[in-house]
T-cell receptor
Framework: GNSVTQMEGPVTLSEEAFLTINCTYTATGYPSLFWYVQYPGEGLQLLLKATKADDKGSNKGFEATYRKETTSFHLEKGSVQVSDSAVYFCALSTTSGGYQKVTFGTGTKLQVIP | DTAVSQTPKYLVTQMGNDKSIKCEQNLGHDTMYWYKQDSKKFLKIMFSYNNKELIINETVPNRFSPKSPDKAHLNLHINSLELGDSAVYFC????????????FGSGTRLTVV
């Protein structure tokens, strides 16, 4: 079956530090990959996506590259801000029997301190 | 306009009661979901409906019963609430054929006392 593994948190960084949150996956076929962000008290929001190998998704200074050879989709940001404090979820989507199947990782909490 | 809206946002109720959470999406999506998020932020899928047809029914107690009157609505009814049902419940939707991302509602925080 499909699975997503992401690094356990919490991750605590100082403002302007470099961020990496690791994500690896196993899936049948060719999944689409996503990062979602959940701010306190809110639902999950799509942060970025990549639909095929070597695609780079980017948004709000965050980036992730679809690496088929290492089955990874690590999230990076060059300089984090306090407002980036949230929980980040890696996810993949495949189609099976005509239906979409979405698998989420366990989430990584990021805390950015001034 | 809210894309996926669910009500109520907060629900506090006593053990043994029956409650419902309503969800509506105006995105024209054909697939809707219910997820449960526990206190550690772990997200677990409960149900998935495609065009009103149940396609995913994870190991969820029979006390939980989804109802999809049309493809824009997916409600969740919970009977005989237990303390362990306390969590945040998220409704979500997506367009299945395009393998697009899932759009989430803002959640319903259920507290059973």
């Amino acid at each position: 079956g499909n699975s997503v593994t992401q690094m356990e948190g919490p991750v605590t960084l100082s403002e302007e530090a470099f961020l990496t949150i690791n994500c690896t996956y196993t899936a049948t076929g060719y999944p689409s990959l996503f990062w979602y962000v959940q701010y306190p008290g809110e639902g999950l929001q799509l942060l970025l996506k990549a639909t095929k190998a070597d695609d780079k998704g980017s948004n709000k200074g965050f980036e992730a590259t679809y690496r088929k050879e290492t089955t990874s989709f690590h999230l990076e940001k060059g300089s984090v801000q306090v407002s980036d404090s949230a929980v980040y979820f890696c996810a993949l989507s495949t189609t099976s029997g005509g239906y979409q199947k979405v698998t989420f990782g366990t989430g990584t909490k990021l805390q950015v301190i001034p | 306009d809210t894309a996926v809206s669910q009500t109520p946002k907060y629900l506090v109720t006593q053990m043994g009661n029956d409650k419902s959470i309503k969800c509506e999406q105006n995105l024209g999506h054909d697939t809707m979901y219910w997820y449960k998020q526990d206190s550690k932020k772990f997200l677990k899928i409960m149900f998935s409906y495609n065009n009103k047809e149940l396609i995913i029914n994870e190991t969820v107690p029979n006390r939980f019963s989804p109802k999809s009157p049309d493809k824009a609505h997916l409600n969740l009814h919970i009977n005989s609430l237990e303390l362990g049902d306390s969590a945040v419940y998220f409704c979500a939707s997506s367009q299945s054929q395009a393998r697009r991302w899932v759009t989430f509602g803002s959640g319903t925080r259920l507290t059973v006392v």
